[in-house]
């Protein structure tokens, strides 16, 4: 009696996404889907802005302190900037100012752009060094880049701000604190006594108006040089921006997310862990120089 043939038992050893999928019927990626993780990745990118902006931009600010305040030396060392006629040049350091009342030593820089204040207070162009005949202008951030002026609305009439510069150290006393809004009077025009005008923004968050300090020199001002007309541009003058960031942003932002897309890549083709150490330290590093970038869209006082 012939035995029944028992039909050989087949095996597959497929993977199990090439045994689900025929294929004939790949799957389809779901456009919710990726609308969704693009949406997901611009909000990570936002948020991370705002933790650069109002958190790690100290440390830019304070690196930059560090540097100016041995440029400064230098610049005494080399009797430069004790010269009466000496007029610095934009981005160099002009002084150090201290105002013991709410804590603050910093190195001012001149210009007042969004990059020269990220660096420390910045002395407005036009106006008279600190120390010299004239109403000198410092502005300075409220809320961003160490934030060096965001006590100021703690000074009172009569407190104390020392500016020392090449030409010796001057005092001054507190005359007046208040908020400016537009159509107010200008404070930063020339006054006919000697004083230190400190501005940021005002509110801290939005700088659509200006808050001052004003202070009265205590003494004999230095001999004033005489300097060049200079042109002010809208943007260094505390409530506007400038426009010069877009080229930085665009370019640093395609070299982000061009890191994103190889790391990417290197996890599926090699492992994740590769391409979270190489990949993550690279986009970081080139977000933060877009993240600087768009900075200048800012305000100088913010």
Not at 4 to 29: A, F, G, M
Not at 183 to 204: C, H, K, W, Y
Request: proline fraction near 9%; include cysteine; hydrophobic fraction near 40%.
């Amino acid at each position: 009696m012939a035995l029944p043939q028992r039909t050989p038992e087949v095996v597959d050893i497929r993977p199990d996404q090439q045994r689900l999928e025929s294929p004939n019927r790949q799957t389809k990626r779901n456009p919710r889907r990726i609308v969704g993780s693009a949406l997901i990745g611009l909000g990570c990118v936002i948020a991370l802005f705002l933790v650069y902006e109002f958190g790690l931009s100290r440390l830019t600010y304070e690196r930059s302190q560090t540097l100016l305040m041995r440029d400064l030396q230098d610049l005494v060392a080399s009797k430069e900037a004790t010269a009466l006629e000496w007029v610095p040049t934009e981005g160099q350091p002009v002084g150090v100012m201290s105002i013991p009342k709410i804590g603050l030593t910093s190195v001012i820089v001149q210009g007042t752009s969004p990059t020269l204040t990220g660096e420390g207070p910045g002395h407005l162009r036009g106006t008279p060094l600190p120390g010299r005949p004239g109403n000198s202008v410092i502005l300075g951030r409220r809320t961003t880049f160490g934030a060096p002026f965001k006590r100021l609305n703690e000074l009172l009439p009569g407190d104390e701000v020392s500016v020392s510069t090449g030409a010796g150290r001057f005092t001054y006393l507190v005359a007046t604190v208040n908020a400016i809004r537009p159509g107010d009077p200008d404070v930063l025009a020339s006054t006919p006594d000697n004083r230190l005008t400190l501005i940021t923004s005002s509110p801290p968050y939005l700088a659509t108006g200006r808050y001052v300090v004003t202070a009265v020199l205590k003494g004999l001002p230095a001999s004033q040089p005489v300097a060049p007309e200079s042109y002010v541009a809208p943007s260094e003058l505390g409530l506007a921006g400038e426009a010069g960031g877009l080229g930085g942003l665009v370019f640093w932002g395609e070299l982000a997310a061009a890191s994103v897309l190889l790391a990417l890549w290197l996890s599926r083709r090699v492992s994740r862990r590769v391409a979270w150490l190489l990949g993550a330290p690279l986009v970081m590093a080139l977000l933060w120089g877009a993240f600087a970038a768009a900075d200048r869209f800012l305000p100088s006082t913010l």
